[in-house]
């Protein structure tokens, strides 16, 4: 069974950094792309990247470029979604995806999702 | 970027009745789209995906259709458990992956 188990909430002040992770299991981690979105409280979903464990090939959207960075280790099965100076509009729920359509070239839906996690930035 | 819109934001629909969802694309996308359900406090889910097609476990009730920028999710009678939000995703413009804004289905 595929799952995605992503790290625990965090409560951060307003320029403090942060990393987050989803650790996938049931499947080849390293060739199926995981992207990342965001869901800022009320609201809908934000595709912010995606990333290809095996090569680290990294996707960003533009509004989201130099806001966030994202990363993986595939030896040990996780992605990372990273900030070095959040803001309280960075407070909201994070969820990982795994690609679903198994193409490289062009990545397409997301099959099974992590459980989020909810990052609060308060000063 | 290909810009989706949903509509309506809000449909209110009685257990039994069937539910439209509409999903427009700002340029054409092909078949390359993707509806999810999301519940409260909960992730999202893929319901279906090229449009049309159901992914693994979902009930022949939920039809996807469309092409180009039109796009419809149809919820044929509908149960307690559909109840919930609905969004359609874009990826035929690669490398930018985009989300709807999301129709809200409730009693």
């Known amino acids: 069974e595929v799952q995605l188990v992503q790290s625990g909430p965090e409560v951060k002040k307003p320029g403090e950094s942060l990393k987050i992770s989803c650790k996938g299991s049931?499947?080849?981690?390293?060739?199926?792309?995981i992207g990342w979105v965001r869901q800022m409280p009320g609201k809908g979903l934000e595709w912010l990247g995606i990333?290809?464990?095996?090569?680290?090939?990294?996707r960003i959207s533009p509004p989201f470029q130099g806001l966030v960075t994202i990363s993986a280790d595939k030896s040990i099965n996780t992605a990372y979604l990273q900030w070095s100076s959040l803001k309280a509009s960075d407070t909201a729920m994070y969820f990982c995806?795994?690609?679903?359509?198994?193409?490289?070239?062009?990545?397409?839906?997301?099959?099974?999702w992590g459980q989020g996690t909810l990052v609060t930035v308060s000063s | 970027e290909t810009v989706m819109t949903q509509s309506p934001d809000t449909l209110s629909v009685s257990p039994g009745e069937r539910a439209t969802l509409s999903c427009r694309a700002s340029?054409?996308?092909?078949?390359?789209l993707a509806w999810y359900q999301q519940k409260p406090g909960q992730a999202p889910s893929l319901l279906i995906y090229?449009?049309?097609t159901r992914a693994t476990g979902i009930p022949a009730r939920f039809i996807g259709s469309g092409s180009g920028t039109e796009f419809t999710l149809t919820i044929n009678s509908l149960q307690s458990e559909d109840f919930a939000v609905y969004y359609c995703?874009?990826?035929?413009?690669?490398?930018?992956?985009?989300f709807g804004g999301g129709t809200k289905v409730e009693i």
């Open positions: 995806a795994k690609e679903g359509s198994g193409s490289y070239f062009r990545p397409a839906y997301f099959r099974q």
């Open positions: 049931g499947y080849t981690f390293a060739t199926d792309w």
């Open positions: 990333i290809f464990p095996h090569n680290s090939d990294t």
């Open positions: 340029q054409s996308i092909s078949t390359d």
């Open positions: 090229d449009s049309s």
């Open positions: 995703q874009q990826y035929n413009s690669w490398p930018s992956l985009t």
